[in-house]
């Protein structure tokens, strides 16, 4: 089984709401992603968790704040986020986060701020 | 420092004719090279991985690519396009980052168009 899950598929809300994402692997990956994808555009990384812990966070926004409660659960809190921020969150996990193995996405959760 | 490009943005095919997706690779090691596919408003599936074995990766799907280190090409094709085929297509290298960890570094993408 190869599955990443996202939830929720979907989210809309407004610059002072607080809400989260949450991603969810079953395959014993240790490493875990957060992407950003803007339209008709590649996937950013934003967070790089290694053995539940951060490891790298590319220059994002403190509004963005991840959080890995676990080996196969991350989260992304959001709050405070500008209309720029609408776009689809992808998580990824791969088998480790040091050497050259694949990363496997989930759907994405597609965010739109108002 | 590890980089890809494609070489079309779009490329537009008939239902049943062959698809060739171009991208080459900028490498100073040697490389790990993937192709994902992206349907719209969807995540992104592994196609196929490059890791310094054969050097004719076959995907699923029908999806085959060739890593040629001396043209440093890694060209997506398959035989015959389905109108599913129709998504967007990235060619990816993985990287390392100064922290030692892996970072993919994807091309901007080509989009494939399957008319009937």
Known sequence: ?114 | AQSVTQLDSHVSVSEGTPVLLRCNYSSSYSPSLFWYVQHPNKGLQLLLKYTSAATLVKGINGFEAEFKKSETSFHLTKPSAHMSDAAEYFCVVSAFMNTGFQKLVFGTGTRLLVSP
């Open chain 1, 1 to 114: 089984d190869t599955e990443v899950t996202q939830t929720p598929k979907h989210l809309v809300m407004g610059m002072t709401n607080k809400k989260s994402l949450k991603c969810e692997q079953h395959m014993g990956h240790r490493a875990m992603y957060w992407y950003k994808q803007k339209a008709k555009k590649p996937p950013e990384l934003m967070f790089v968790y290694s053995y539940e812990k951060l490891s790298i966070n590319e220059s994002v926004p403190s509004r963005f704040s991840p959080e890995c409660p676990n080996s196969s659960l991350l989260n992304l809190h959001l709050h405070a986020l500008q209309p720029e921020d609408s776009a689809l969150y992808l998580c990824a996990s791969s088998q480790d986060p040091g050497h050259f193995y694949e990363q496997y996405f989930g759907p994405g959760t597609r965010l739109t701020v108002t």
